[in-house]
């Protein structure tokens, strides 16, 4: 059984659906390569993707050493080249707990780093990652 089944929806407009849950992703063109921008764009989605799998793995980290990162938030920038068309750098700065002590704060950090998406990505994709405690 497949993990994703996708369709093609026109318009340059995707549809992604998670084969075990029933989730639905739109992806959409961007803007300034033909599309509408209403959705996801997919390079968008890699970018997501390298975010959200580092904060699950810090997750993971700080469940393993009873650490609450609930409130934990990230942002996340990407930057295009055009020549060819791809991503460049991501930029992400992620908000952890101030009250983190320094030891655990190393931990996240270094677990961060080896998450499964970041180790996939093609090496001549920038990573700046930033940590900030608040």
Not at 17 to 45: C, K, M, V, W, Y
Not at 56 to 65: C, N
Request: glycine content about 6%; overall charge negative; charged content about 20%.
């Amino acid at each position: 059984m497949s993990t994703i089944s996708a369709r093609y929806a026109g318009q340059l407009r995707t549809e992604a659906t998670h084969t075990a849950s029933g989730n639905t992703i739109l992806t959409d063109a961007p803007t300034d390569n033909q599309g509408r921008g209403e959705a996801f764009s997919p390079t968008d989605l890699v970018c997501a993707a390298l975010g959200a799998c580092m904060m699950t793995i810090m997750g993971i980290v700080a469940e393993r050493h009873g650490l609450d990162l609930t409130s934990a938030t990230w942002d996340t920038t990407k930057h295009m080249l055009s020549d060819p068309r791809r991503i460049g750098q991501i930029d992400l700065t992620f908000r952890l707990p101030a009250a983190l002590p320094e030891k655990e704060r190393t931990l996240l950090e270094r677990a961060a780093k080896t998450c499964p998406v970041a180790l996939s990505l093609n090496p001549e994709i920038k990573q700046q990652v930033q940590f900030s405690y608040e």
